[in-house]
């Protein structure tokens, strides 16, 4: 069947069950001119995603964020259990350092090919960080509320200081790292190696240097939101496969621009001094092949960009990925010290996913953390029901180097329970760096911010979130824009009414905000990147709970 056929057939299918599913969640057909009343509102430009929703200017298509593909309901594998920790000599005591049994533990699980790792009830002392490098090894306690990690070290006195590649005295640890780290073991052990070595190193799918890739075939031209590509030769690709497409950029800076939406905005934009920004490209993002037919390869998920050959596309490989692996029913505590100053963290961080694919946590919580949960290059994972407590985190959530396709849904951040101390910063749900098409969903946030770190970050989604609006974003100048294009902020309660990073028509590119409480600027005030028409939407702004659909992502995801 011709490439042509192919795309017709799917868009007749897709076009047809969006149609089905537009009036399953708005009750409303998806041709019709008005927004519906009574039960709620449906804006136009839910009238408009379901009729182009690979390609909508505004909206991106999240629909299949998350593990497995973004799998409806996704049920975290049940693994057998293949190891007790108080077999190996973990004592729930509270004094006893239970961390080398655990790691043992999980080494031997992944060396007999996957399964789950139990932590009984009660409370186990860990001198040294958890780590989880083996595909398809689940480390699971009896519950968030019955079995407690107590860790009693920060990732300074465990690994070493880690300076930032960027220069200054900042500590790497400020947005790296976890005291629980899932990352494939080959790829924890060289980054400690240059850590160690003082030689600050890149964090992604592609090494310390960047240069752990080989070409697997390139990749004729396509437009964002197809699924199906032609390559050169499709003899080193096969069905489940997992590759990187490889975008690097031009000397016009093009790529950079049709991330930010084109046009004369991004066209006027003087790229060339944004050093931090120009060191992510090129842009990487992993898919798993779905099918591969001659030289057509399907992906599990449509193009996040178009494919255009100024920009050397190619499908590569990669440092191994982590997959199939995951922590739950655990509370995770640091002992509790005060917040270090700025940029100064020593590394009490929660739970880290680095070069994952496939991998998860669920019901799990940190306390008197210096920062929560970290997708760094990390992609297609899923974090439900986790909870960031205690004395006040720097980064609850963050979110960068290139991580994509995440979903982080029934998340809290609660209320610090001492006051922060001086210099010192709060942020919140962060992303940053490139990273693309990832989900905060069901969210309660009694303090932070939609922090973003700049580094052009674009197509990402947060729904159905209440947050008091108390945080402060970060981002150096030399990373470039805050926001690229197609971010949506849809049914957002802002508790205290501050402005910042919630209503975003002012500042981001062929962005969307939908839903929002009436909100009022205060102290940081942030002016637009781009010049110009940002052709921006703004619906239903002064309402609270009306939209229809009330959830941007469930609603994407039952299309």
Same mark, same amino acid.
């Given at each position: 069947?011709?490439?042509?056929?192919?795309?017709?057939?799917?868009?007749?299918?897709? &076009?047809?069950?969006?149609?089905?599913?537009? %009036?399953?969640?708005? &009750?409303?057909?998806?041709?019709?001119?008005?927004?519906?009343?009574?039960?709620?509102?449906?804006?136009?430009?839910?009238?408009?995603?379901?009729?182009?929703?690979?390609?909508?200017?505004?909206?991106?298509?999240?629909?299949?964020?998350?593990?497995?593909?973004?799998?409806?309901?996704?049920?975290?594998?049940?693994?057998?259990?293949?190891?007790?920790?108080?077999? !190996?000599?973990?004592?729930?005591?509270?004094?006893?350092?239970?961390?080398?049994?655990?790691?043992?533990?999980?080494?031997?699980?992944?060396?007999?090919?996957?399964?789950?790792?139990?932590?009984?009830?009660?409370?186990?002392?860990?001198?040294?960080?958890?780590?989880?490098?083996?595909?398809?090894?689940?480390?699971?306690?009896?519950?968030?509320?019955?079995?407690?990690?107590?860790?009693?070290?920060?990732?300074?006195?465990?690994?070493?200081?880690?300076?930032?590649? !960027?220069?200054?005295?900042?500590?790497?640890?400020?947005?790296?790292?976890?005291?629980?780290?899932?990352?494939?073991?080959?790829? =924890?052990?060289?980054?400690?190696?240059?850590?160690?070595?003082?030689? =600050?190193?890149?964090?992604?799918?592609?090494?310390?240097?960047?240069?752990?890739?080989?070409?697997?075939?390139?990749?004729?031209?396509?437009?964002?939101?197809?699924w199906t590509v032609t390559v050169a030769d499709a003899r080193h690709l096969r069905r489940?496969?997992?590759?990187?497409?490889?975008?690097?950029?031009?000397?016009?800076?093009?790529?950079?621009?049709?991330?930010?939406?084109?046009?004369?905005?991004?066209?006027?934009? !003087?790229?060339?001094?944004?050093?931090?920004?120009?060191?992510?490209?090129?842009?990487?993002?992993?898919?798993?092949?779905?099918?591969?037919?001659?030289?057509? %390869?399907?992906?599990?998920?449509?193009?996040?960009?178009?494919?255009?050959?100024? =920009?050397?596309?190619?499908?590569?490989?990669?440092?191994?990925?982590?997959?199939?692996?995951?922590?739950?029913?655990?509370?995770?505590?640091?002992?509790?010290?005060?917040?270090?100053?700025?940029?100064?963290?020593?590394?009490?961080?929660?739970?880290?996913?680095?070069?994952?694919?496939?991998?998860?946590?669920?019901?799990?919580?940190?306390?008197?953390?210096?920062?929560?949960?970290?997708?760094?290059?990390?992609?297609?994972?899923?974090?439900?029901?986790?909870?960031?407590?205690?004395?006040?985190?720097?980064?609850?959530?963050?979110?960068?180097?290139?991580?994509?396709?995440?979903?982080?849904?029934?998340?809290?951040?609660?209320?610090?329970?001492?006051?922060?101390?001086?210099?010192?910063?709060?942020?919140?749900?962060?992303?940053?760096?490139?990273?693309?098409?990832?989900?905060?969903?069901?969210?309660?946030?009694?303090?932070?911010?939609?922090?973003?770190?700049?580094?052009?970050?674009?197509?990402?989604?947060?729904?159905?979130?209440?947050?008091?609006?108390?945080?402060?974003?970060?981002?150096?100048?030399?990373?470039?824009?805050?926001?690229?294009?197609?971010?949506?902020?849809?049914?957002?309660?802002?508790?205290?009414?501050?402005?910042?990073?919630?209503?975003?028509?002012?500042?981001?590119? !062929?962005?969307?905000?939908?839903?929002?409480?009436?909100?009022?600027?205060?102290?940081?005030?942030?002016?637009?990147?781009?010049? &110009?028409?940002?052709?921006?939407?703004?619906?239903?702004?002064?309402?609270?709970?009306?939209?229809?659909?009330?959830?941007?992502?469930?609603?994407?995801?039952?299309?």
């Amino acid at each position: 069947m011709g490439m042509g056929h192919v795309d017709i057939s799917r868009r007749g299918l897709l &076009g047809s069950a969006i149609a089905v599913a537009a %009036v399953a969640v708005t &009750g409303t057909p998806a041709t019709a001119a008005a927004p519906s009343r009574g039960t709620g509102e449906v804006p136009l430009l839910w009238h408009e995603f379901v009729r182009t929703p690979f390609t909508h200017p505004q909206i991106p298509y999240i629909g299949r964020a998350g593990c497995r593909g973004g799998a409806a309901h996704f049920p975290f594998p049940r693994r057998p259990v293949v190891a007790d920790v108080t077999a !190996y000599g973990a004592v729930p005591d509270g004094t006893t350092d239970c961390a080398p049994a655990i790691n043992r533990a999980i080494a031997d699980a992944g060396g007999a090919g996957g399964g789950t790792v139990l932590i009984p009830p009660g409370t186990y002392r860990i001198d040294d960080l958890i780590r989880i490098g083996y595909d398809n090894v689940v480390l699971k306690g009896a519950g968030s509320d019955r079995t407690t990690l107590y860790a009693t070290k920060n990732l300074t006195e465990l690994i070493g200081v880690y300076g930032s590649r !960027y220069g200054g005295d900042k500590s790497s640890w400020s947005w790296a790292g976890g005291l629980i780290w899932l990352a494939p073991k080959a790829r =924890w052990d060289s980054l400690v190696a240059a850590i160690q070595a003082k030689a =600050w190193p890149f964090e992604g799918w592609t090494g310390n240097k960047r240069d752990e890739w080989e070409t697997l075939t390139t990749v004729s031209p396509a437009r964002q939101g197809s699924w199906t590509v032609t390559v050169a030769d499709a003899r080193h690709l096969r069905r489940g496969q997992l590759v990187l497409l490889r975008l690097a950029d031009d000397a016009g800076h093009t790529l950079l621009e049709h991330m930010s939406g084109g046009g004369p905005g991004p066209e006027a934009y !003087y790229w060339d001094d944004k050093t931090k920004l120009t060191s992510y490209v090129p842009y990487e993002w992993p898919v798993r092949i779905a099918r591969v037919a001659g030289r057509k %390869v399907t992906f599990e998920r449509p193009l996040p960009l178009d494919v255009r050959p100024e =920009w050397d596309p190619r499908l590569t490989t990669h440092v191994p990925a982590l997959t199939g692996a995951g922590v739950e029913g655990l509370t995770l505590q640091a002992v509790e010290t005060p917040q270090s100053p700025h940029l100064l963290d020593k590394g009490y961080n929660g739970v880290a996913f680095q070069c994952t694919y496939d991998c998860w946590a669920d019901d799990v919580v940190v306390r008197h953390v210096d920062n929560g949960f970290g997708l760094v290059a990390a992609s297609s994972c899923t974090l439900r029901r986790t909870r960031v407590a205690g004395r006040g985190s720097h980064h609850p959530y963050f979110c960068r180097e290139g991580s994509h396709d995440n979903l982080i849904e029934d998340f809290t951040i609660e209320q610090r329970t001492v006051p922060a101390p001086p210099n010192t910063q709060l942020h919140g749900i962060n992303v940053e760096g490139l990273s693309s098409y990832n989900v905060w969903s069901r969210g309660e946030m009694q303090m932070g911010t939609f922090d973003s770190h700049r580094g052009l970050p674009f197509a990402n989604v947060r729904t159905d979130i209440t947050v008091n609006n108390n945080g402060r974003h970060g981002g150096d100048a030399s990373a470039g824009p805050l926001f690229g294009a197609r971010f949506t902020h849809w049914n957002v309660r802002v508790t205290n009414g501050r402005a910042g990073l919630m209503k975003i028509d002012g500042l981001a590119p !062929y962005s969307a905000t939908v839903a929002l409480n009436e909100v009022t600027e205060f102290d940081q005030i942030d002016v637009p990147d781009f010049t &110009g028409d940002l052709h921006s939407r703004l619906e239903l702004y002064g309402t609270t709970d009306v939209v229809r659909p009330r959830n941007l992502h469930e609603a994407q995801r039952e299309l």
